[in-house]
């Protein structure tokens, strides 16, 4: 009798690992991490396996960790909000959080002794960090003005919140999607301006009417790494606007999963993404085992999309669908909160609005439910003059990754230096138009800098005969309709020199005028 072999597959040291002890299975041992403390954990827990958690142990600075939340379609309330702050309140100087590019919170600051405490805390007000790091579904993104949007096609948060029910069950952690080849992306659009980049997401789905109801085109595979930048490509599907989104979502995630042995995505984690899958078999092969996996046919795509608008960026005030109301989108420069700064928004969401709070892949925040009587009161309030609705044209763009301040990947520090050149440049150049600029520490692209009018990628780079910060520059990322990744313009140039090459690119391409000539 023939006996059929397994593929040989040289496994990844991370893949080893996991197969060693999946990552998920340190959720039973946090009290017992916690008493021994991170200093005689296993290396591998503390490094990795921690991540599924969403504990990110931080080499930079050891023993404060980061905690990466899920906040699904960037939606939470005043109380959660208030919970956060206190959280990073008792770290002092060490404790704060950021508003992530995928519309989420990471806190700082965090020791590991407090974490069976943290979660408990979360747990009750119903959020939680589950697998939101290493090879799990990360943040699922949607719509930040879902349901309070005056022209939207359709309101994301619903199914986004039962397909993170599904993924994570219920926060409790799902060993179903827990060990996948790698990273995962998913966004589910509900306007017309793109709002959750689809073309960079592993799985987006995009308004579009078939036979005038409303569902979604397929779009897979998009992504941004240090090794290759994709836009995500069309499935010829399209589903309806319901339950039939987590049905895809889930058999495109078992496809992933259970072909990454056999078609070699678990040997090299820089070609584990799924459009090495999708290269693998071509975009029919692939639909055609999706389609097998759904276990009913899938409609074929609409003809056109309905991403009809440029992206916008929601700051400043706007009509609510719901008469009578305002959001105010806030500017949070480079995406930072302080304690103080997440209790003050939590207080205003609630004395001014319904207690909602919304988060955009631009890292900055909106207070939805604004009665127009209050609207006046709300715009005085002090902390709107550093979370402002009007920031100068640079400034209110501008998105940034973490940086060597926490993260060791990074070859430059990225979120002062991005605010500095954007101040500087705002006050010596008149603009019309909002050019969107965006730092990332090193090329793994967590900042995006090619979706964007300017970008940056940190790099190492020579200036009298010495190693110094540099970055890689890039323009001509286009993002809402037609969005397109953009191309590199410039290689290693040293961080002290850019002022004046930005300076005079903003004059020459985005017509920039000097205040005083
Ligand atoms: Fe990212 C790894 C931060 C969005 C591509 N990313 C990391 C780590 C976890 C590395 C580490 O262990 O230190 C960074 C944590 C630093 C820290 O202390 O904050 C990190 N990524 C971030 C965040 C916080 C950047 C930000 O300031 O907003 C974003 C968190 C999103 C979230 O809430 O889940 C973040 N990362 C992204 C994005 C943007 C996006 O999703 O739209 C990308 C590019 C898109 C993509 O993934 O296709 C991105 N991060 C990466 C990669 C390269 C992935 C690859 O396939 O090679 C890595 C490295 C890796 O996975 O090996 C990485
Ligand atoms: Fe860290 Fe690099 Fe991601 Fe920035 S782009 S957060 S430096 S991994």
């Given at each position: ?138 943040n699922?993104t ?12 359709f ?16 926060g ?24 959750i ?61 259970q ?81 103080d ?27 939805p ?43 430059i ?34 900042g ?9 990628i ?60």
């Open positions: 009798m023939v006996v059929a072999s397994e593929p040989k597959v040289k496994l990844n040291k991370i893949e080893k690992a996991k197969a060693d002890k999946d990552g998920l299975a340190v959720k039973d041992e946090l009290e017992y991490f916690a008493k021994i403390g991170w200093e005689a954990m296993d290396k591998t827990d503390l490094e990795m396996r921690l991540k599924w958690l969403g504990v990110f142990f931080r080499p930079v600075t050891p023993g404060k960790f980061m905690l990466r939340l899920r906040i699904a379609n960037g939606t939470l309330n005043s109380a959660q909000m208030r919970v956060l702050a206190e959280i990073v309140q008792r770290y002092g100087d060490d404790g704060s959080a950021d508003i992530t590019t995928r519309q989420n919170i990471q806190l700082r600051g965090i020791r590991l002794e407090d974490l069976p405490d943290i979660f408990a805390q979360m747990k009750a007000i119903g959020m939680t960090s589950i697998q939101s790091g290493m090879d799990n579904v990360r699922l949607g719509s930040p003005i879902a349901g309070i949007d005056p022209d939207e096609l309101d994301t948060r619903e199914l986004l919140q039962k397909l993170e029910s599904v993924i994570t069950n219920q409790e952690g799902n060993y179903a999607f827990s060990n996948l080849p790698r990273k995962f992306n998913i966004a589910i659009e509900g306007g017309r301006d793109n709002s980049h689809a073309e960079i997401n592993d799985l987006a789905f995009v308004p579009a009417y078939r036979d005038r109801i409303l569902g979604f085109n397929v779009l897979v595979g998009g992504y941004l790494s240090a090794q290759r930048q994709v836009e995500a490509v069309p499935i010829n599907v399209w589903v309806p606007a319901n339950d039939d989104v987590i049905k895809l979502s889930i058999a495109i995630l078992t496809v992933y999963t072909n990454g042995l056999s078609e070699g995505l678990r040997e090299n984690r820089q070609r584990a993404r799924l459009m090495w899958l999708v290269d693998k078999w071509g975009v029919e092969g692939f639909r055609a085992k999706v389609e097998e996996e759904f276990g009913q046919t899938l409609a074929p795509a609409a003809l056109k999309d309905e991403i009809t608008q440029d992206k916008k960026d929601y700051l400043g005030v706007h009509p609510q669908k719901q008469q009578g109301y305002k959001f105010v989108g806030l500017h949070v420069p480079v995406g930072r909160l302080s304690a700064q997440m209790f003050e928004v939590a207080r205003l969401a609630e004395v001014y609005g319904e207690g909602e709070i919304r988060l955009t892949v631009e890292q900055n925040l909106i207070i439910y604004i009665s127009e009587d209050k609207l006046e009161a709300f715009l005085a309030e002090p902390l709107l003059e550093i979370f402002s609705i009007n920031p100068a044209p640079l400034t209110r763009s501008l998105v940034s990754c973490t940086g060597n301040n926490y993260c060791n990947f990074a070859l520090e990225t979120k002062q230096r991005a605010l500095k050149l954007a101040r500087e440049l705002d006050e010596e150049l008149e603009i019309s138009d909002r050019v969107r600029i965006h730092w990332t520490g090193c090329p793994n692209s967590c995006q800098p090619q979706v964007a009018d300017i970008g940056f940190g790099t190492k780079a020579r200036k009298d005969g010495k190693t110094v910060e540099g970055v890689d520059i890039y323009t001509g990322g286009k993002v809402g309709h037609e969005a397109e990744l953009g191309s590199r313009l410039e290689k290693g140039v040293a961080c002290d020199d850019l002022k004046p090459i930005i300076r005079d690119l903003l004059i020459q391409k985005f017509g920039a005028r000097p205040k005083n000539p």
